[in-house]
């Protein structure tokens, strides 16, 4: 089982939806990150989080730390959002970093 | 413009070859990663980096080494004992293990 568990796996919206992805750990952490990934490959940190909410344009993360989960809410959703998003913890005993498999998002225009 | 340069953005190996994946960072961090991603798994952490001249085994070291000796730079040597080296490969800086990473645009290396 991985520490780190995304939902949905895939998802595909239509331009404007709002959109909302799921990551579940079961670890103990001191922070988690979300990450997007382009089709090129490359990453790029969008939020990192250890409690409560962060927002930024049009995009918001939130973390509950007794679920152990948090989410990763897109509003008016763009074809330029499409992209991988992965859920990263890392870990509160020490430097060690568990990563989900990501989310794959397609806006349709 | 301050960031990671990884290259080269695709690389094909031999049998038995030894190849060199390259790294270099101008944001003056002190830690570096290497990670490998394959299709519908996460990243996995090969090697990392804190300070200069040293470094760390991660998950799946075996059949990688790396070195250290500028600050700014950070190669992963995918070496022959690697059975199953094809994968995307991302390189990765911050400045101490707590903060967020900032990634390269990654090496994809293939088996010919």
């Known amino acids: 089982k991985n520490e780190v568990e995304q939902s949905p796996q895939n998802l595909t919206a239509q331009e404007g939806e709002f959109i909302t992805i799921n990551c579940s750990y079961s670890?103990?952490?001191?922070?988690l990150h979300w990450l997007q990934q382009h089709p090129g490959g490359g990453i790029v940190s969008l939020f990192m989080?250890?409690?409560g909410k962060k927002k930024h344009g049009r995009l918001i993360a939130t973390i509950n730390i007794q679920e152990k989960h948090s989410s990763l809410h897109i509003t008016a959703s763009h074809p330029r959002d499409s992209a991988v998003y992965i859920c990263?913890?890392?870990?509160?005993?020490?430097?060690?970093?568990?990563f989900g498999t990501g989310t794959s998002l397609t806006v349709i225009p | 413009d301050g960031g990671i340069t990884q290259s080269p953005k695709y690389l094909f190996r031999k049998e038995g070859q030894n190849v060199t994946l390259s790294c270099e960072q101008n944001?003056?961090?002190?830690?570096m990663y290497w990670y490998r991603q394959d299709p519908g798994q996460g990243l996995r952490l090969i090697y990392y980096?804190?300070?200069?001249?040293?470094?760390q085994k991660g998950d799946i070291a075996e059949g990688y080494s790396v070195s250290r000796e500028k600050k700014e730079s950070f190669p992963l040597t995918v070496t022959s004992a690697q059975k199953n080296p094809t994968a995307f490969y991302l390189c990765?800086?911050?400045?101490?293990?707590?903060?967020?990473?900032?990634f390269g645009d990654g090496t994809r290396l293939s088996i010919l």
């Open positions: 990765a800086s911050s400045w101490d293990m707590r903060l967020p990473q900032h």
């Open positions: 670890v103990g952490i001191s922070a």
């Open positions: 989080l250890s409690s």
């Open positions: 990263a913890v890392r870990s509160a005993t020490g430097n060690q970093f568990y």
């Open positions: 944001l003056n961090h002190d830690a």
């Open positions: 980096s804190q300070i200069v001249n040293d470094f």
